[in-house]
């Protein structure tokens, strides 16, 4: 058992590295933190506000998730379906009397949240889920003590601890040290009070018989490096002075507590003081057979056989068949024995040439004993056997099978293909819709946010900054001059920032509507317009875990250039209460008059009412998470906050139009570059006539470089849920392209620069080859705050007007309101408003006097 879980809600790299060591990390399906590296082990959070399905809980199992937390009514669901040790139930401690015994059988275990960690309560609640895994989440903001996480281990329950609380550093008032932490529950039955450590190579194979101390085992979880304790010596850092260092893989702790084991990555001549990778025995099997190639690899005589199985893919490849062959023809249990080892010589073979070893086949191995969905087990035709053909039965039961079977993470990543000539017209309209938005359900969870910054300012804005972007202030707002140390950012990153802020810029003065329009509508009837900059504008930059200097360069400029004369930007503080330095760097080249150090909607809300630091804005821009567009669509339709917004969002989407002239590699990655932003983005290529191998190409460059991707799990849900819509000429494309009004549409065609004019409804284009969406992300110039969800019919992108309002203003002479006047005045008759007859009549009266 765990000492603990760590629940991670924020980016800190070193700390999760060493959380990584440790066990089991809860991941929160909702706001996943990027991790510098695959968790070992994981469970996913997934709470009632989280939309999931059965699919997407499969394909979480699928790609490595040990356990899935699910609520109530979703275990509900998929109790039955997804093996109970592979599902927890997350569960309010007040709802325990409304599990039914099937919920409680068909789970492996239960996380409570408690307000905080009452003893009693917890102890009464395990005896519900006798034979269950218990897992404690405490609402309190005080992390736990070692003796909380001592007596809950002893009532068979694990503390789930969350990030914020955890620290490599000395233990404080507000954080517990993670290795005091570990060992909170471990105990030593030896005088010296030192813990009696196995130490294991990466496959589990011993490698020798340490002590560990309470000091040397902090030093390894921080460090990563193998550090025990030497009953002589004291801290013995292993391989300081011989070279054979380790690094830390896994520590764990054995079921009694009372003994730790280290998994670890064993570097140079081995572990044991006489040159031996172990001080038992020399390695045997696997193992040994890996150690053989792995030094005939290097010492191999050029153009010997051995040295040829490692340089010529073609002779290795002939071996790996042969032997495949010879084992498949095998029938005692010597002669499969012996063909297997030949097949495992060769394979491994293989593998070491390409840097693959025993570990990451075993990693491979783990991966696929996790997959809840299996495949219909079909083999590759080239395998079929010419004198067998499938039965009617074996055809439906094959069928039914890949019915059920929810994500298969090996197969292709493809999209759906539909040919607009076939289908209906209501069919064509579904292609065009985009995912219902519940906005409504997520206004009503940020009212009550919005309305305690509205009554409380600055101190709900404080306490609310500390609640969800994790770090304490004292005050949430910068003014300039800015620090210059806040700014100090790498010379490549600054010279990129000044060349965007100067194409942007450029194009967004172009923009400017200076000049007043001047029209005599009759004579002595003078109509104008002119501009004026909004005086107070909000702008708000997602940040935290992020760096996003592009969004700030994207709406600071339009506001710098139409000349507003406040301009408040608004960015979540990372954990330390800084705000990035590129995000800095930019809100000084853009002339920001206050700096807001919050996030979500409490940043919308101190902006759209401002406290007694916050300045209070006219109109608020920038794009955010589903929190932050619920409270800006709350806040505009408040009477008493006095304040738009610049437009709806929704998900990331584009459109790719591709013709004959297409690079597939191109097409490609244009799709790619939007279907990385989430799993819900649109991803839309329209192809005009391509041949079936074009449309192929494209497909399968999308695979490869969709594989090669670090976010590849992200962009195989998105993908798979877009679509190819074939079309057979231009013309065609152009009008679906229209009727969708995609956010981004890429025109891969053969003069494609002719096309533009019959573009009607996209939020922006970009034109031929050579114009990847990404340069409008950054710095070709043009605005990448743009209209989704289709709302390009009805909104423009963030531009410099937006930035502004226009007024009117008109003056009449005297003869002019002789011509004018009678017009009004009956019109003013005919809808009865006497009032408005007689401002003219007046005045036409005293003309004749």
């Known amino acids: 058992m765990a000492a603990f879980l760590p629940l991670l809600t924020e980016e800190n790299s070193s700390l999760y590295i060493a959380l990584n060591r440790l066990g089991p990390v809860i991941i929160d399906a909702k706001n996943p933190a990027p991790l510098p590296q695959p968790p070992q082990s994981s469970y996913l959070l997934v709470d009632q506000n989280t939309p999931v399905d059965l699919q997407a809980t499969a394909a979480w199992l699928d790609e490595g998730v040990d356990k899935v937390i699910v609520s109530l009514s979703l275990a509900k669901e998929l109790i039955g379906t997804i093996p109970s040790d592979r599902l927890l139930l997350l569960l309010d401690v007040a709802n325990v009397s409304a599990v039914s015994d099937k919920v409680r059988n068909g789970v492996t275990g239960v996380l409570l949240k408690t307000p905080a960690i009452d003893f009693d309560l917890i102890s009464s609640v395990s005896k519900f889920f006798v034979g269950s895994a218990i897992y404690v989440l405490s609402g309190s903001d005080t992390p736990p003590s070692t003796a909380n996480i001592r007596e809950l281990q002893r009532i068979g329950a694990t503390l789930v601890i969350p990030d914020y609380q955890l620290t490599l550093e000395a233990t404080s008032t507000t954080r517990i040290n993670v290795a005091d932490a570990f060992l909170a529950a471990v105990v030593s039955d030896r005088p010296d009070g030192l813990f009696p450590t196995v130490v294991t190579n990466q496959t589990g194979h011993s490698l020798g018989l340490v002590y560990s101390s309470r000091e040397s085992v902090k030093e390894s979880i921080i460090t990563g490096k193998g550090v025990y304790q030497s009953r002589k010596h004291g801290l013995w850092r292993k391989g300081e002075t011989s070279g054979a260092t380790q690094d830390v893989v896994r520590i764990r702790s054995d079921c009694d507590s009372d003994s730790l084991e280290f998994r670890v990555v064993q570097h140079g001549v081995g572990f044991c003081h006489l040159n031996r ?389 191109f097409v490609a990655a244009d799709l790619l570059s939007q279907a990385e932003h989430g799993v819900d983005s649109q991803v839309v290529l329209v192809a005009v006539n391509l041949t079936p191998e074009h449309l192929a190409a494209i497909e399968g460059e999308v695979d490869v470089q969709a594989h090669a991707l670090s976010r590849v799990d992200i962009v195989r849900q998105s993908i798979n849920k877009s679509i190819i819509v074939k079309v057979s000429n231009v013309d065609e494309a152009i009008a679906f392209s229209n009727d969708y009004a995609p956010e981004h549409l890429i025109l891969h065609l053969e003069n494609a620069s002719r096309k533009v004019a019959q573009i009607d409804n996209a939020g922006s284009v970009f034109v031929g080859p050579y114009t990847p969406e990404s340069c409008g992300d950054y710095a070709s110039g043009t605005n990448h705050t743009l209209p989704t969800n289709g709302y390009a019919r009805q909104f423009s992108g963030v531009n410099t007007q937006s930035f502004q309002k226009h007024i009117t203003s008109q003056e009449i002479t005297a003869a002019g309101l002789d011509g004018l006047g009678p017009v009004v005045a009956t019109l003013a008759d005919c809808e009865g408003l006497q009032a408005h007859a007689n401002a003219v009549r007046i005045r036409l009266r005293d003309r004749e006097n």
């Not at 960015?571 to 080249?589: K, N, Q």
């Not at 006095?642 to 790719?656: Q, R, T």
């Open 277 to 665: 990778q172990s001080c038992f025995s020399e390695a045997r099997g696997l193992p040994a057979l890996e150690n053989t190639l792995k030094s005939r690899l290097q010492s191999a005589p050029e153009g010997s056989y051995t040295k040829r199985l490692f340089t010529d893919p073609d002779l290795l490849r002939s071996k790996i068949m042969e032997e495949a062959d010879e084992l498949c023809q095998a029938t005692t249990k010597d002669d499969i024995a012996f063909e297997a080892a030949d097949l495992f010589y060769f394979a491994l073979t293989k593998c070491l040439a390409a840097g693959v070893e025993i570990s990451d086949i075993e990693r491979s191995l783990d991966l696929k004993a996790k997959k809840v969905t299996r495949r219909p087990g079909n083999a590759k035709p080239q395998w079929v056997s010419k004198t067998s053909s499938p039965t009617v039965a074996s055809v439906a039961a094959t069928s039914a099978t890949q019915s059920k079977a929810a994500v298969d993470t090996d197969a292709p990543i493809k999209m759906r293909t539909s040919d607009l000539s076939t289908l209906s017209s209501a069919e064509r309209q579904e292609l065009l819709r985009r995912p219902v938005l519940k906005s409504d359900e997520m206004i009503e969870k940020v009212k009550p946010i919005v309305k305690e910054v509205r009554k409380r300012g600055d101190d709900a804005l404080l306490e609310f900054t500390a609640k969800f972007d994790r770090a304490q202030l004292s005050s949430t707002v910068v003014f300039p001059p800015f620090a210059p140390e806040s700014m100090v950012i790498d010379d490549d990153v600054r010279k990129s920032i000044d060349i965007a802020y100067s194409n942007i810029y450029k194009f967004h003065a172009a923009q400017l509507d200076a000049s007043t329009l001047v029209v005599e509508t009759m004579p002595g009837v003078v109509c104008s317009r002119f501009a004026r900059p909004i005086a107070r504008v909000g702008l708000y930059v997602p940040g935290g875990t992020a760096i996003l200097p592009s969004t700030a360069l994207m709406l600071g400029i339009p506001a710098q250039v139409a000349g507003c004369k406040e301009i408040v930007l608004a960015t979540p503080p990372r954990a330390d209460g800084s705000i990035s330095p590129e995000v800095m760097y930019v809100a000084h080249l853009v002339g920001a008059s206050a700096i807001l150090k919050a996030g979500g909607a409490q940043a919308v809300a101190a902006l759209a009412y401002g406290t007694k630091t916050v300045p209070k804005v006219d109109k608020i821009f920038g794009p955010g998470n589903q929190w932050v567009t619920a409270a800006k669509m709350l806040v505009q339709n408040d009477t008493d906050a006095l304040v738009s917004i610049d437009m709806p969002a929704g998900p990331s989407e584009v459109l790719v139009i591709a013709d004959h002239t297409a690079k597939p590699a």
